[in-house]
């Protein structure tokens, strides 16, 4: 089975653009969860979509959304840029939205530097 | 909300020694992953952990889960080069939470 895959893998964009990146996950899971990942803040959960319900956010502003669509693929969006939005940006799937039960399986991770 | 503390936060180990990396949490663990990554890349999946007690092993990495501690330990026999990257933990404390994570144990292998 193919893994997750990420477009781009990376992206350079100036303040004020917006973005959006793309996560395919592993056929058959429904769940699809991103992250952002910096050196000082770690891991962090933005949010997750199952069955393309949003069914848990994180901490981050509005300026962060996403959706999922009928074949499972998601997209998150970041709109005016600023710089400390610069991360890499983990997407990951699992079969369902219950982490307890399915293992979250990530992909390769999209790169953003904002200048 | 519930917070992860990994240690050693980096750890530099000679080939062929063992070692050990923690993970613990501040409330109650339901579900604890181990994640390695290496830098700037995607993590890779190594084992999860569900009950209090259980201990899991693949090649020659262990990993253990002790519920009333509220910790899992992360064990390396043998280490090799292909060993180095930086070890994440996750849980969640209930069914449906997102995964929260620890920092991370940055490992780097020496011949």
């Known amino acids: 089975k193919a893994g997750v895959t990420q477009t781009p893998r990376y992206l350079i964009k100036t303040r004020g653009q917006q973005v959006t990146l793309s996560c395919s996950p592993i056929s058959g899971h429904r769940s699809v969860s991103w992250y952002q990942q910096t050196p000082g803040q770690g891991l962090q959960f933005l949010f997750e979509?199952?069955?393309?319900?949003?069914?848990n956010k994180g901490n981050f502003p509005g300026r962060f959304s996403g959706r999922q669509f009928s074949n499972s693929r998601s997209e998150m969006n970041v709109s005016t840029l600023e710089l400390g939005d610069s991360a890499l940006y983990l997407c990951?799937?699992?079969?369902?939205?219950?982490?307890?039960?399915?293992?979250?399986?990530f992909g390769p991770g999209t790169r953003l530097t904002v200048l | 909300s519930q917070e992860l503390e990994q240690s050693p936060q980096s750890l530099i180990v000679q080939e062929g020694k063992n070692l050990t990396i923690n993970c613990t949490s501040s409330k109650t663990l339901y579900g604890l992953y181990w994640y390695k990554q290496k830098y700037g890349e995607g993590l890779i999946f190594l084992m999860m952990l569900q009950k209090g007690g259980e201990e899991k092993s693949h090649e020659k990495i262990t990993a253990k889960l002790d519920e009333k501690k509220q910790q899992s330990s992360l064990h390396i026999t043998a280490s090799q080069p292909s060993h180095a990257g930086i070890y994440l933990c996750?849980?969640?404390?209930?069914?449906?939470?997102?995964?929260?994570f620890g920092k991370g144990t940055r490992l780097s292998v020496i011949a």
């Open positions: 979509y199952f069955s393309e319900t949003q069914r």
């Open positions: 996750g849980a969640t404390n209930s069914g449906n939470t997102p995964l929260v």
């Open positions: 990951a799937s699992s079969l369902t939205f219950s982490p307890r039960a399915d293992t979250q399986y």
